[in-house]
T-cell receptor, first 115, second 111 residues
């Protein structure tokens, strides 16, 4: 079946512009995660959605970052007034459940470059 | 807080060499442990996992044993191939849903 998809695959934007990143999780996966991966570093948790529960936004680095998810489907991550330090690969993952032993399936990522 | 430390790369080996990538962790409770792999140009994918002490995860010739006494989950493979060249990430998941990640180790296998 189809895996997690993300769009766009690459985005170059000017400092100060807003960007919107999209994630399509695997059908039936109730849990959805956004991560940021800076060059040469591990993954940094941003936000987590589980079904219709309130999302965990504790990893969002500033109020310029926000994310939405409609039910158990598509999610969008929005970064307002982008800064150069926002340049990174943004990864989305989905999972059947939030139980710790369940595998997270990752999308290919969106590479964001802020000039 | 919880954390994962893995050996810095890049690690460069010749084909058919023995591989060890070290991973140690700090966690409260009884975390699940994972190795993920990121092949060039591809997304992250689960390589193997272990959910309790003394469990051994294995896949594609790779193995890792959950050692609670040494808080380690080292990745090993007896004979590496050029196709194993990738970045390998160690991660843990505790009672919460978050994965805590190591910084990743780039592995380069030369023919």
């Amino acid at each position: 079946g189809a895996g997690v998809s993300q769009s766009p695959s690459n985005k170059v934007t000017e400092k100060g512009k807003d960007v919107e990143l999209r994630c399509d999780p695997i059908s039936g996966h109730t849990a959805l995660y956004w991560y940021r991966q800076r060059l040469g570093q591990g993954l940094e948790f941003l936000i987590y959605f589980q079904g219709n529960s309130a999302p965990d936004k504790s990893g969002l680095p500033s109020d310029r970052f926000s994310a939405e998810r409609t039910g158990e489907s598509v999610s969008t991550l929005t970064i307002q007034r982008t800064q150069q330090e926002d340049s990174a690969v943004y990864l989305c993952a989905s999972s059947l459940s939030s139980v710790s032993t369940y595998e997270q399936y990752f999308g290919p990522g969106t590479r964001l470059t802020v000039t | 807080g919880n954390s994962v430390t893995q050996m810095e790369g890049p690690v460069t080996l010749s084909e058919e060499a023995f591989l060890t990538i070290n991973c140690t962790y700090t966690a409260t409770g009884y975390p699940s442990l994972f190795w993920y792999v990121q092949y060039p140009g591809e997304g992250l994918q689960l390589l193997l996992k272990a959910t309790k002490a003394d469990d051994k995860g294995s896949n594609k010739g790779f193995e890792a044993t959950y050692r609670k006494e040494t808080t380690s989950f080292h990745l090993e493979k007896g004979s590496v191939q050029v196709s194993d060249s990738a970045v390998y990430f160690c991660a843990l998941s505790d009672s919460n849903y978050q994965l805590i990640w190591g910084a990743g180790t780039k592995l380069i296998i030369k023919p």
